[in-house]
C-alpha cells in the first residue's frame, strides 16, 4: 500500500469514482425506465410475460465482454456504449420484481380500489405500485449491486469508473491501485444497499412488525 | 349525530311521495358471460329506497353478480338496471362507485394506508377538503364503534371483527345514499359476527340507506333483511318478500327446502309474546294457606298454581303432588316451590318462549310485563295453535 500514489493520485480516484456512481446511477436509471413500461404490459396481459422474460434473460446471460465488443462498430468507445451494455444487463432483475410485487398486490386490495372509484391509473400509482415497492426495491437492490460490479469491466473499452484503476495497478504492476478500486468497489456497493435498505424503511412504514 | 337522522328521515318521507331517488330497479336484466354462462337471467326487481334488502341463495345463483351489477363491477348484457331514475349504464363507472358504498368479505382494507387513510379514500378521491376529510374520519371510528387510538394503526395490526369495522366505516365515508356489502359478515368468528350484525342493525336504523347485501347464509338474511330475495340456480328469482311472508306463504318448494326443515321455527323467532292471547292462568299470593290453594286447584282441574309475591312476580310453580300432603294451616311459600329458569316479557318471541317452555315446571310459563309483574301464563298448545 502506497499512501503516496492515492495522495498525488487523490483526483484520478475521485474522478473513476464518480464516472463510477455516474454510470450505475444512470443504467439503473434506463434500466427502470424500460423495465417498468414492460412490466405493466406484462402483468396487463400476461402472455408477454414469457416472451419478455425469455428477452431479458437472454440479455443477461451473454458474456458482458463480448457484448461490449458486439456494440463498439455502433457506439465505439463511448459511454453509450457502457451504459446500453450495463442498462441491459439490469432489465431481466428490474423487469422480473416490478412483476411479482405488481401480482403480489391481492386481487381483494385491487377489486377494493376499482369498487371504491379508483382510476386504473390511480389505482396503479396510489395502491398497486406502494405494495409492490418492497419487492421492488429488492429489484433495484440486487440489479445495483451487480452493475456495480459489472462497471469494472467497462474500463476495458475505455470506461469503467474505478476499474480503471484495476488497469492501471495491473499495466504498472503495482497493488495498491488495485486494493484502492476494490475497497471503494465495495464500499460503494455496501453504502448503496444500505440506502436502498433505508429508503425502503423510511417509505413502508406499514411493514414494520409485519412478520 | 354525524348523520343528520332528522333531516335524513323528512327527505325521505318525500321522497317517497315522489320518485326514491336511492331505489335499486331491475328491468329484465340479464348477465352472460363470454364463455355463454348466464349468471343472471331477465331479473325483474325494485330494491326499495331506505331498506335493507338481503340477497341470498345457493353458490352459482348469480345473487353476487346482481349486486355487482349495481356499481358496474360487472357490465350488464342486456335489460336496464335504473337507480332512482337513473340508467346505471349512462353515467361514468368511476363516479357511480364513488356514490354507492361498498363492504367486501374480507374488509379489502389497503394494507399500506392507516385506519384512517383507509376511511378517508372516497372523499380524498371526491376532493374533500383536508379539514372536513378529518371531521369525517373522526366521527365514523365513532359511528362503527371503534377505539379512536386504532386510527393511526395499520390494518394488520387490527382484529378481523375491527377490520369488518373500518371496512363498513370506509364504505359509509362520503355518506351515500346506498351501501353494497358482499357476505359482510362471513370471514369473522360466530360471536363476533353476531354482535357485528346487532350492531350494524340498530345502525341502519339510525342512517336509513338503502342496502343491498349478499349472503349464503339464510339466518342472517332473515334476521337482517327488511325483504329477502331468494335466488334459485342460473339467476333466477324464486321469491322476494319479507321475512315473515317467505316462512308463511313461501312461493315454491326451492324456497322451502332454501329456508329449511326448521321453517316453523324460524317463524316463531319473528314472533312476539304480545301477539298471543295470554291465559289469565292460577295465581296465588305467597302468604295463601294450604286449604284454600288445595281447593283452588279442584275447583279449576288444574295440575299446579303460580305463586306470586307482593310485587305480582312470579315466586315459583306450586303442583298438586306438594300441596296434596302439605298441612292445612302452612303458608304456601313455605313449600318447596319449583322456580322457572328463564323469564319471558312480552316483547321476547315466541321462539324464546317454545324454548322456556320446554324446562318449565307444570309446562306453562309466566309472561311478565316490563316490570316483571305477572300477566298471564302461555302453554305449548298455544305456540302449536299459532302456527297451524
Not at chain 1, 436502498?196 to 414494520?208: A, H, I, K, N, S
Not at chain 2, 318525500?14 to 330497479?25: C, G, K, N, Q, Y
Not at chain 2, 367486501?104 to 392507516?114: A, D, I, N, V
Amino acid at each position: 500500500m502506497n499512501w503516496d500514489w492515492v495522495v498525488s493520485n487523490s483526483h484520478q480516484i475521485t474522478a473513476a469514482l464518480l464516472q463510477h456512481v455516474q454510470l450505475v446511477g444512470l443504467s439503473l436509471l434506463f434500466g427502470f425506465l424500460i423495465a417498468f413500461p414492460l412490466a405493466l404490459l406484462a402483468v396487463r396481459w400476461p402472455r408477454l410475460y414469457g416472451p419478455s422474460l425469455a428477452i431479458t434473460g437472454v440479455m443477461f446471460t451473454i458474456p458482458s465482454l463480448a457484448l461490449f465488443i458486439l456494440l463498439m462498430p455502433f457506439t465505439g468507445l463511448s459511454m453509450a456504449t457502457s451504459l446500453i451494455g450495463l442498462t441491459l444487463y439490469t432489465l431481466l432483475i428490474l423487469f422480473r420484481n416490478i412483476v411479482q410485487g405488481l401480482r403480489g398486490v391481492s386481487p381483494i386490495v385491487r377489486e377494493a380500489a376499482r369498487a371504491l372509484g379508483y382510476t386504473p391509473a390511480r389505482r396503479l400509482f396510489a395502491v398497486e405500485l406502494p405494495i409492490a415497492l418492497p419487492v421492488i426495491v429488492a429489484g433495484i437492490r440486487i440489479a445495483a449491486v451487480t452493475i456495480i460490479g459489472m462497471v469494472t469491466v467497462t474500463a476495458l473499452i475505455g470506461q469503467g469508473g474505478l476499474g480503471q484503476l484495476f488497469i492501471t495497478g495491473f499495466t504498472l504492476s503495482f497493488a495498491t491501485p488495485l486494493i484502492i478500486g476494490f475497497m471503494l468497489s465495495v464500499a460503494l456497493a455496501v453504502t448503496v444497499d444500505l440506502a436502498l435498505v433505508g429508503l425502503l424503511y423510511c417509505l413502508t412504514p406499514w411493514q414494520r412488525g409485519v412478520h | 349525530m354525524p348523520l343528520t337522522d332528522d333531516h335524513r328521515q323528512r327527505d325521505r318521507a318525500e321522497d317517497r311521495d315522489t320518485h326514491d331517488s336511492s331505489a335499486i330497479v331491475f328491468e329484465g336484466v340479464t348477465k352472460r358471460y363470454s364463455d355463454g354462462t348466464v349468471a343472471v337471467e331477465s331479473l325483474d326487481l325494485t330494491l326499495p329506497a331506505g331498506e335493507l334488502t338481503v340477497l341470498v341463495g345457493p353458490s352459482g345463483c348469480g345473487k353476487t353478480t346482481t349486486l355487482r351489477m349495481i356499481n358496474r363491477l360487472e357490465t350488464l348484457s342486456g335489460g336496464r338496471l335504473l337507480i332512482g331514475n337513473r340508467d346505471v349504464m349512462s353515467v361514468d363507472a368511476t363516479l357511480l362507485r364513488r356514490q354507492i358504498g361498498y363492504v367486501m368479505q374480507h374488509s379489502g382494507l389497503f394494507p399500506h394506508k392507516t385506519i384512517a387513510d383507509n376511511i378517508a379514500v372516497v372523499p380524498r378521491l371526491l376532493g374533500w377538503d383536508k379539514k372536513r376529510i378529518r371531521e369525517r374520519v373522526a366521527e365514523l371510528v365513532e359511528l362503527v364503534g371503534l377505539d379512536e387510538a386504532l386510527a393511526k394503526r395499520y390494518p394488520h395490526q387490527l382484529s378481523g371483527g375491527q377490520q369488518q369495522r373500518v371496512g363498513l366505516a370506509r364504505a359509509l365515508a362520503a355518506d351515500p345514499p346506498i351501501l353494497l356489502m358482499d357476505e359482510p359478515f362471513a370471514a369473522v368468528d360466530p360471536i363476533v359476527r353476531a354482535h357485528l350484525q346487532e350492531e350494524f342493525l340498530s345502525l341502519q336504523r339510525r342512517v336509513q340507506k338503502t342496502i343491498v347485501m349478499v349472503t349464503h347464509d339464510i339466518d342472517e338474511a332473515m334476521k337482517l333483511g327488511d325483504r329477502v330475495a331468494i335466488f334459485a340456480q342460473g339467476g333466477k328469482l324464486a321469491q322476494f318478500d319479507t321475512p315473515a311472508r317467505l316462512l308463511s306463504a313461501p312461493a315454491s318448494d326451492f324456497v322451502i327446502d332454501f329456508i329449511g326443515a326448521d321453517r316453523e321455527l324460524r317463524r316463531l323467532a319473528l314472533e312476539r309474546l304480545d301477539s298471543l292471547e295470554l291465559d289469565a292462568g292460577l295465581t296465588a299470593p305467597r302468604d295463601e294457606i294450604v286449604a284454600r290453594a288445595r281447593s283452588y286447584l279442584q275447583q279449576a282441574g288444574s295440575s299446579g298454581i303460580v305463586v306470586l309475591d307482593e310485587h305480582r312476580a312470579p315466586l315459583g310453580w306450586l303442583d298438586w303432588e306438594t300441596l296434596k300432603h302439605a298441612d292445612d294451616r302452612a303458608r304456601i311459600d313455605s313449600l318447596p316451590l319449583k322456580p322457572w329458569r328463564h323469564r319471558l316479557y312480552m316483547h321476547d318471541n315466541l321462539r324464546s318462549a317454545l324454548n322456556a317452555l320446554i324446562s318449565a315446571p307444570g309446562e306453562v310459563m309466566p309472561v311478565l310485563n316490563d316490570q316483571g309483574r305477572y300477566l298471564g301464563v302461555i302453554d305449548q298448545l298455544q305456540l302449536t295453535r299459532r302456527l297451524s
